[in-house]
Nanobody
Framework: QVQPVESGGGLAQAGGSLKLSCVASGDTFSRSPLGWFRQAPGKEREFVAAISRYDSSTSYADSVKGRFTISRDDTKNTVYLQMNDLKVADTADYYC???????????????????WGQGTQVTVSS
């Protein structure tokens, strides 16, 4: 089973930027759609962004559209999440995910995830 590993979390001020990275070994990662989810304290895990395997089409949660960008580099088995104009509401643990499928323009459900990373914490201060 693929075990993704995230990095890049930390503390940022509102309006600032962070870039998360997620790397995994093996071919499965580069052959799969990939995504990012987040979970704030006391809340359920929610979809943030996803990217397809074939043409790098992307989908985003409404709350991050225009501020976050997901991308992938299959030569490095890595998926990224560039987060700009951060808000206090973006504070959460962020999880990389290997997806079972990708549907353009749709929010991914947690049930659509086949493998999770261990998470990286993002804290945005006002």
């Amino acid at each position: 089973q693929v075990q993704p590993v995230e990095s890049g979390g930390g503390l940022a001020q509102a309006g600032g930027s962070l870039k998360l990275s997620c790397v995994a070994s093996g071919d499965t990662f580069s052959r799969s759609p990939l995504g990012w989810f987040r979970q704030a304290p006391g809340k359920e895990r929610e979809f943030v962004a996803a990217i397809s395997r074939y043409d790098s089409s992307t989908s985003y949660a409404d709350s991050v559209k225009g501020r976050f960008t997901i991308s992938r580099d299959d030569t490095k088995n890595t998926v990224y999440l560039q987060m700009n104009d951060l808000k206090v509401a973006d504070t959460a643990d962020y999880y990389c995910a290997v997806l079972r499928y990708f549907i353009y323009g749709q929010v991914m459900a947690v049930s659509g995830v086949s493998s999770w990373g261990q998470g990286t914490q993002v804290t945005v201060s006002s």
